[in-house]
């Protein structure tokens, strides 16, 4: 039996819940004496919302396996179903890239710099996803650029500078 959307659903919740955890130690924000959301809201709101995902897709999960055993036990095995759990090594080599590039991603900004970290990396995950290299690079670009107006210009917000680069 393959289980994808019960692992991814399962992991999913885990981690949202380490985070509300985490943020529970979050300092609060007191202003004339009335508590307002701080630091902690966003995280949790966010995490609460992907339990809502993971919660729904282990229902999902759940629902495909009973189902999957049914259609074996009549002997319709339907390959389209069967397809859609099975976990392909492409799959597994994409969420590999993804983890590693957010693993490493902060310290390699802080050695070319953000402007330049995010292209690169924006350019390493479209290729793995199989966007052509020169798609990739356009994209990149426009996203980056993008980005940077509106962080950089419209909300003032300056981006980490690299060691190697500073731009």
Do not use: H
């Amino acid at each position: 039996m393959n289980y994808k959307n019960i692992v991814y659903g399962s992991i999913l919740s885990l981690l949202s819940i380490i985070v509300i955890l985490i943020s529970l130690e979050f300092p609060s924000y007191v202003v004339r004496g009335q508590e307002l959301p701080g630091p902690s809201f966003f995280p949790q709101v966010i995490s609460i919302f992907l339990i809502v995902i993971g919660i729904y897709e282990i229902i999902v999960g759940i629902l495909r396996t009973f189902k999957l055993k049914k259609l074996n036990e009549e002997g319709l095995k339907k390959e389209e179903e069967v397809r859609k759990t099975v976990v392909t090594k492409k799959g597994l080599f994409n969420i590999t890239v993804v983890i590693a590039g957010i693993i490493l991603f902060v310290p390699f900004i802080n050695l070319v710099g953000f402007k330049l970290g995010l292209f690169i990396f924006s350019t390493i995950l479209m290729t793995t996803f199989g966007v052509r290299l020169l798609r990739a690079l356009i994209y990149s670009g426009i996203v980056t650029v993008i980005i940077i107006l509106i962080f950089e210009y419209l909300f003032k917000i300056p981006f980490p500078e690299g060691i190697l680069f500073s731009f």
